[in-house]
């Protein structure tokens, strides 16, 4: 029990020095957190933890913070797209749903990851049909958020690789050339394209042969994402819902300070990205 209250006594004394130390530096806005834990099952030692935020998601351009909080919709879109492509015929997806029974999702998807990119056997029209479409509805939802002509390139090249080649088909199928050249480049083509007519349209009052339903569901078809999200948010206010979507890179130290241990102090440096959704 006299070991105890002394790790306890030292714990106090160094938080103090630990976070006086830290509070010296006024451009990151930086917190110390203090834990206690076991070493070798005998002794508690405390263990500070030092926590920085590097960015937050108010510190980046408005066009930024809209991708951002359309994240969580694209996620739920790519679960309803990987649902529906699983339900069709093995024929059509050209997907092995055996690959879910022999091993987890997180194996096969570490084994297509570093077995790709291959050449698919998926039909034209998958391959320069679907996926174009894909690209351009990237690329046009970065232009309406009033990202830039080589911005929403980017963009349109970032979700096809990562989120989508690399990520969720990477569960099921190696990552393909073809998607990844034709979705991003032929798709951000046709973007542009897209981005102007639907321009034209809401110059129109968003009708089309002075039709509202009409302009709608075109412009549903040209940017689904950006109209989706915007609907969903008139409809959640409508309702007295309110949403908050925030991003946060953060640096954490952790650091075990104690003339007890052979060295000064154990360390571990963490680099973190962290997205906080509330409703």
């Known amino acids: 029990m006299r070991i105890i209250q002394i790790s306890f006594l030292i714990a106090i004394f160094n938080t103090f020095i630990f976070s006086k130390d830290f509070s010296t530096n006024k451009v990151m806005n930086k917190h110390t957190i203090v834990e206690v834990s076991s070493y070798n099952n005998k002794l508690l030692f405390p263990i500070y933890t030092a926590y920085e ?4 998601l108010d510190d980046i351009p408005q066009r930024y913070q809209t991708i951002v909080k359309g994240l969580p919709l694209l996620q739920t879109l790519g679960t309803t797209v990987m649902s529906i492509i699983y339900m069709l015929p093995s024929e059509t997806s050209n997907w092995d749903k055996k690959t879910f029974k ?6 096969n998807w570490y084994y297509n990851v570093t077995h790709g990119p291959v050449i698919d056997p998926d039909s034209w029209l998958i391959n320069y049909v679907e996926h174009p479409y894909v690209g351009s509805s990237y690329y046009i939802w970065g232009r309406e958020s009033g990202l830039s ?8 090249l970032f979700l096809s690789m990562i989120y989508w080649e690399y990520g969720w088909e ?34 129109n009052g968003g009708m089309i042969y002075h039709s509202k339903f009409i302009g709608t569901l075109v412009k549903i078809l040209l940017n689904p994402i950006g109209e989706i999200n915007t609907k969903l948010a008139y409809v959640l206010k409508n309702h007295h819902i309110h949403t908050k979507t925030n991003l946060e890179v953060f640096y954490k130290q952790r650091k075990i300070p104690s003339p007890l241990l052979q060295s000064n102090s154990l360390v571990s440096k963490q680099l973190g990205l962290r997205v906080h959704i509330r409703f």
């Not at 002509?149 to 349109?156: A, V, W, Y």
């Not at 032929?186 to 349209?201: C, D, P």
């Open 53 to 56: 935020p590097i960015l937050n």
């Open 102 to 107: 022999k091993s987890p999702l997180w194996k």
């Open 149 to 156: 002509k080589k911005e929403s390139f980017g963009l349109s």
């Open 170 to 203: 990477a569960l099921i199928e190696p990552p393909s050339w073809q998607d990844l050249l034709v979705t991003p480049i032929v798709g951000s083509l046709l973007g542009e394209k897209a981005y102007k007519i639907k321009q034209k349209i809401d110059r």
